[in-house]
């Protein structure tokens, strides 16, 4: 059963729990990147209240972060290392939290809706293999608990890419 994060009567961070545990079954047996990845867009997608936009930018042979299975209104294509949000997380190898979009230089914007983003690397063998990038329509809408706990996501989506 699916759930909206702040629907279920269980803590933020117990809830991240039950979700992720709901990952590893779709996820199980499945060796398929685009299947596990669309899952998992869907996945979040039900989960997180107040979101316009989540989904995954892969990581290219040119070094380019290329759109991949995602939720919400069509997206940027291609993102180079370094530029935006999406390409700074996957060039520095770390989580950026921007609780107002405007106001980080360089910011992409894909959607005029998203105030606030989240964007953790997916990292695997130290290695960069793309981003999960989330959008919301309101400011500073993420929180640690979020940040701790789509880092924990990511780290078990990526034993399945």
């Given at each position: 059963?699916?759930?909206?994060?702040?629907?279920?009567s269980?803590?933020?961070?117990?809830?991240?729990?039950l979700l992720?545990?709901?990952?590893?079954s779709?996820?199980?047996g499945?060796?398929?990147q685009?299947a596990?990845?669309?899952?998992?867009?869907?996945?979040?997608?039900?989960?997180?209240?107040?979101?316009?936009?989540?989904?995954?930018?892969i990581?290219?042979?040119?070094?380019?972060?290329?759109?991949?299975?995602?939720q919400?209104?069509?997206a940027?294509v291609?993102?180079?290392?370094?530029?935006g949000?999406?390409?700074?997380?996957?060039?520095?190898?770390?989580?950026?939290?921007v609780?107002d979009?405007?106001?980080?230089?360089?910011?992409?914007?894909?959607?005029?809706?998203?105030r606030s983003?989240i964007?953790?690397?997916?990292l695997?063998d130290g290695?960069?293999?793309g981003v999960?990038d989330?959008?919301s329509?309101?400011?500073?809408r993420?929180?640690d608990t979020?940040?701790?706990?789509l880092?924990?996501?990511?780290?078990?989506l990526?034993?399945?890419l």
């Open positions: 059963m699916l759930f909206k994060v702040e629907s279920y269980k803590s933020k961070e117990e809830n991240y729990f992720i545990k709901q990952l590893r779709l996820l199980e499945e060796t398929n685009v596990n990845l669309s899952n998992a867009s869907a996945l979040l997608n039900q989960f997180l209240d107040r979101i316009n936009w989540v989904g995954f930018y990581l290219d042979d040119n070094g380019e972060l290329v759109l991949g299975p995602f919400g209104l069509p940027c291609r993102i180079p290392l370094g530029k949000v999406c390409g700074t997380a996957a060039e520095s190898m770390a989580t950026i939290r609780p979009v405007h106001q980080f230089p360089g910011h992409i914007a894909c959607d005029a809706a998203s983003e964007v953790v690397p997916i695997k290695e960069v293999l999960l989330i959008d329509p309101e400011l500073n993420f929180d979020d940040e701790k706990m880092e924990e996501f990511v780290k078990v990526s034993q399945y």
